[in-house]
């Protein structure tokens, strides 16, 4: 056994036997042999039982559970082997080897085994993400389990923590390549192209999780004029495009990410009119839109906006937020329009996102039918141990 022990007070022990990946502060009754943070640790019973083995954390979760087995090493070939089994997933959902795609999530953290750990893949490139300071410290590790794994088809291997690891560990060393580094910022999702910004971008440079429902818009945007709120590169807008939209309207505060969705259009409708793109803040776009009478009114609206609750504490405010958001949004549609809406705070789960938007539709005084209810794709599946994995929620709406 591990030198390095978290116990746990008496019958605190029953989510780890039902396997949840978690042991939360509230639960340990002492630690022993004074492990830094980011070590490996045992986690043991009050009577002194095995339970799991994980990377010790400061926080509420303070140790991510990475076997329940004892007798598992947690060494290269572990590393190997998970990541392995993560890619005979991707395999199996045929999402590897897919000259269409070749844009992924490889690791979706608790979904496959690793949590606190991030790996998508662009063409040529992986680009990974620690969330935690145990994955941070066993980067290089990763790196040269994961270059093993998907060697002949990646060259370059970003690393890209600065935004994600805890700030209290004080680690410096956070983005930068592990292997490689000319890399081709051109990836392909359903046979389009997209610029990834993966240094200076958000998450880990392109959002893949909402892949399926861009292709689902696009089915739904032939001869509409379509507004892509919080567009970030695009994604959603040149989906638009393809569907035959006749006109796109792209919406980000940031000016960088409005800077490449431009590059991203670009790159797939050279010269296309149909599009235009704005740097500008999204309530205030949606105040100024035209009413839902008026000949230029949007009649297909995506709204995709950042988290508005990163932990359970900010709750309240992101449900008024999410209320108001598609208040403003249903009210402006034009009859007969269509709305994509989503959310994907962890902290707001799918039936809250539900009475936010029924409210809004209420606050609009609009018929509203629900078409399709949305999630994330099969590469970032969900531990059926750890529910909370499940995270990105959506609504098609047909607002008469």
């Known amino acids: ?6 116990v746990l007070k008496k019958g605190k022990e029953d989510s780890l036997r039902r396997f949840h990946p978690w042991v939360y502060s509230g639960a340990i009754h002492h630690i022993e042999g004074k492990p830094d943070e980011g070590d490996l640790v045992d986690v043991v019973s009050a009577d002194g039982a095995f339970l799991a083995k994980g990377h ?3 926080g509420s979760i303070a140790v991510r559970v990475l076997s329940f087995d004892e007798k598992e090493p947690v060494d290269a070939s572990f590393w190997q082997h998970r990541l392995q089994v993560a890619l005979e997933v991707r395999r199996a959902i045929g999402l590897f080897g897919n000259p269409q795609t070749n844009s992924f ?8 085994g690793l949590p606190g750990l991030i790996i ?5 490139t992986a680009v990974m993400q620690a969330h935690s300071v145990g994955m941070h410290v066993c980067r290089h590790d990763i790196a040269e389990a994961l270059a093993d794994v998907l060697s002949g088809t990646i060259e370059n291997i970003y690393y890209k ?5 805890p700030y209290k560990a004080n680690l410096t060393d956070s983005n930068g390549y592990l292997l490689g580094g000319n890399a081709d910022d051109v990836a392909i999702e359903n046979g389009l192209r997209f610029h990834v910004d993966w240094m200076g971008g958000q998450k880990t440079g392109f959002f893949v999780d909402q892949r399926e429902n861009r292709a689902l818009l696009e089915k739904y945007s032939l001869d509409r004029r379509v507004l892509n709120m919080f567009c970030y590169t695009g994604g959603f807008s040149f989906y638009a495009m393809r569907g035959g939209a006749r006109l ?5 505060s940031s000016a960088r990410a409005i800077d490449i969705t431009r590059a991203n259009v670009e790159l797939n409708f050279p010269g296309d009119e149909r599009h235009q793109a704005f740097a500008t803040d999204a309530f205030e776009f949606l105040d100024k839109m035209p009413s839902c009478d008026a000949e230029d009114a949007y009649d297909l609206i995506v709204l995709d906006p950042p988290a508005f609750a990163k932990h359970r504490d900010a709750l309240h405010n992101a449900l ?7 208040a403003k949004a249903l009210q402006k549609i034009k009859p007969g329009g269509i709305l994509f809406t989503f959310s994907c705070s962890q902290a707001v789960n799918k039936d809250q996102f539900r009475t936010s938007v029924f409210t809004a539709a209420a606050i609009s005084g609009r018929k509203v039918r629900i078409l399709h209810q949305l999630h994330q794709p099969a590469d970032h599946p969900i531990n059926i141990y750890h529910p909370e994995g499940e995270y990105l929620k959506g609504l098609v709406l047909y607002v008469e």
């Not at 796109?248 to 980000?252: E, G, T």
């Not at 008024?320 to 598609?326: E, M, P, V």
């Open 1 to 6: 056994m591990n030198n390095k022990v978290v």
């Open 56 to 58: 010790i954390q400061i």
């Open 105 to 112: 999530r490889l690791v979706h953290g608790e979904g496959d």
């Open 120 to 124: 998508d893949v662009y063409g040529s």
């Open 161 to 165: 923590s600065e935004t994600t690891l």
């Open 248 to 252: 796109v309207h792209s919406v980000d």
């Open 320 to 326: 008024q937020g999410y209320r108001k958001l598609n």
